[in-house]
């Protein structure tokens, strides 16, 4: 064999995918130690969600004692964009992945596992299956290890872990902003409905991040519209 | 809200979204309002988590607001994830130090 098998390739390539998702979950583990999640449950949350945005929402709610409503329209909400990866990659595997495949391969769309796939020239089963696994191990193991650290740190770096998450959503929104008007438009609208919505009070967390993201998402494809190429053209993401 | 329960909500709902659209749809999204929507819905859902929620998610609102002023200037000279983490908690465990002094 002179071409390397694709499965084989998709796993090495998934390796940077895997570390960074320890990282960041890392700071999930920590998050839930606060609400007093136990560690066992942390690592089942990562295990089953694999998504840290939906993840963080979805434990916020919780925490803030929200209805099962709020929760399940919360997570979708944060998780939407997962539809439009999914009709993507369900385009691109063609017809002869079946549908218990299909169905596997789900579990494993996120921005950063998507976005592999989509590098490569052409995407099976196999290979986005292989590209699952390491970064499935990474986002769960470093949950249970920030969940379990978080149990015996001092109050104080607890206190300071508590914004390693909300640091993480700046570092990806800062970056964006900066490459588009549309986008910083977009982060200071949220911000500041939010924070007005929040000084006004009576609104539970959950529903005023539905009403902030609905608002600010459809004024903005009203009034600032992009002109991107769509993620179903199968152009590979930059 | 028992926390199995809520662990189920978000495990199905999570796995729902991913699995029906590669079953299910497979027709391409071509409306540009809805592409555009759904391209927006991150940024305003990762902003309204973190503001004003990081402002309150230390011992004091100081801490919290000189957390989130280092991440934005960390990442604004485009630090990786992981530096604009650990600078913004770095700034909170240094604040509240200050404060404990004063």
Same mark, same amino acid.
């Given at each position: 064999?002179?071409?390397?098998?694709?499965?084989?390739?998709?796993?090495?390539?998934?390796?940077?995918?895997?570390?960074?998702?320890?990282?960041?979950?890392?700071?999930?583990?920590? *998050?839930?130690?606060?609400?007093?999640?136990?560690?066992?449950?942390?690592?089942?949350?990562s295990?089953?969600?694999?998504?840290?945005?939906?993840?963080?929402?979805?434990? &916020?709610?919780?925490?803030?004692?929200?209805?099962?409503?709020?929760?399940?329209?919360?997570?979708?909400?944060?998780?939407?964009? *997962?539809?439009?990866?999914?009709?993507?990659?369900?385009?691109?595997?063609?017809?002869?992945?079946?549908?218990?495949?299909?169905?596997?391969?789900?579990?494993?769309?996120?921005?950063?596992?998507?976005?592999?796939?989509?590098?490569?020239?052409?995407?099976?089963?196999?290979? *986005?299956?292989?590209?699952?696994v390491?970064?499935?191990?990474?986002? &769960?193991?470093?949950?249970?290890?920030?969940a379990?650290?978080?149990?015996?740190l001092?109050?104080?770096?607890?206190?300071?872990?508590?914004?390693?998450? *909300?640091?993480?959503?700046?570092?990806?929104?800062?970056?964006?902003?900066?490459?588009?008007?549309?986008?910083?438009?977009?982060?200071?609208?949220?911000?500041?409905l939010s924070?007005?919505?929040?000084?006004?009070?009576?609104?539970?967390?959950?529903?005023?991040?539905?009403?902030? &993201?609905?608002?600010?998402s459809?004024?903005?494809?009203?009034?600032?519209?992009?002109?991107?190429?769509?993620?179903?053209?199968?152009?590979?993401?930059? | =809200?028992?926390?199995?329960?809520?662990?189920?909500?978000?495990?199905?709902?999570?796995?729902? @979204?991913?699995?029906?659209?590669?079953?299910?749809?497979?027709?391409?999204?071509?409306?540009?309002?809805?592409?555009?929507?759904?391209?927006?819905?991150?940024?305003?859902?990762?902003?309204? =988590?973190?503001?004003?929620?990081?402002? @309150?998610?230390?011992?004091?609102?100081?801490?919290?607001?000189?957390?989130?002023?280092?991440?934005?200037?960390?990442?604004?000279?485009?630090?990786?994830?992981?530096?604009?983490?650990?600078?913004?908690?770095?700034?909170?465990?240094a604040?509240?130090?200050?404060?404990?002094?004063?």
């Amino acid at each position: 064999m002179t071409t390397p098998n694709p499965a084989t390739a998709a796993l090495r390539d998934s390796t940077p995918i895997a570390l960074g998702y320890f990282t960041v979950s890392l700071a999930f583990g920590l *998050y839930c130690a606060r609400l007093d999640v136990p560690t066992a449950l942390a690592g089942l949350i990562s295990f089953t969600n694999l998504s840290s945005s939906g993840q963080f929402a979805g434990l &916020t709610i919780i925490g803030a004692g929200g209805s099962h409503l709020e929760l399940a329209i919360g997570v979708a909400l944060v998780n939407l964009r *997962y539809v439009l990866m999914a009709i993507s990659l369900g385009q691109r595997l063609g017809p002869q992945v079946g549908t218990a495949q299909r169905l596997l391969l789900a579990a494993g769309i996120t921005d950063e596992i998507y976005a592999l796939g989509m590098g490569r020239r052409q995407v099976g089963f196999a290979d *986005y299956a292989a590209s699952m696994v390491l970064p499935i191990i990474g986002w &769960t193991s470093g949950t249970i290890v920030g969940a379990a650290a978080g149990e015996v740190l001092p109050a104080p770096l607890v206190s300071a872990c508590g914004v390693l998450l *909300y640091a993480m959503f700046v570092a990806i929104v800062v970056p964006a902003a900066v490459g588009s008007r549309q986008v910083l438009v977009v982060a200071l609208g949220a911000a500041g409905l939010s924070s007005l919505l929040a000084s006004i009070g009576g609104l539970d967390v959950g529903w005023r991040i539905i009403i902030v &993201t609905i608002v600010i998402s459809a004024a903005a494809a009203t009034w600032l519209p992009t002109r991107r190429a769509d993620l179903d053209s199968g152009v590979v993401p930059s | =809200m028992s926390l199995w329960s809520a662990i189920l909500l978000m495990a199905g709902v999570t796995y729902l @979204l991913r699995a029906l659209p590669m079953v299910a749809l497979r027709r391409r999204i071509t409306n540009p309002w809805l592409l555009d929507f759904l391209h927006y819905v991150p940024y305003a859902v990762l902003t309204a =988590m973190t503001v004003p929620a990081m402002i @309150l998610a230390t011992e004091s609102p100081i801490s919290g607001l000189v957390a989130l002023g280092v991440a934005v200037l960390v990442a604004l000279r485009r630090g990786s994830l992981l530096l604009v983490a650990l600078c913004a908690a770095g700034a909170v465990l240094a604040t509240e130090a200050l404060i404990n002094l004063i």
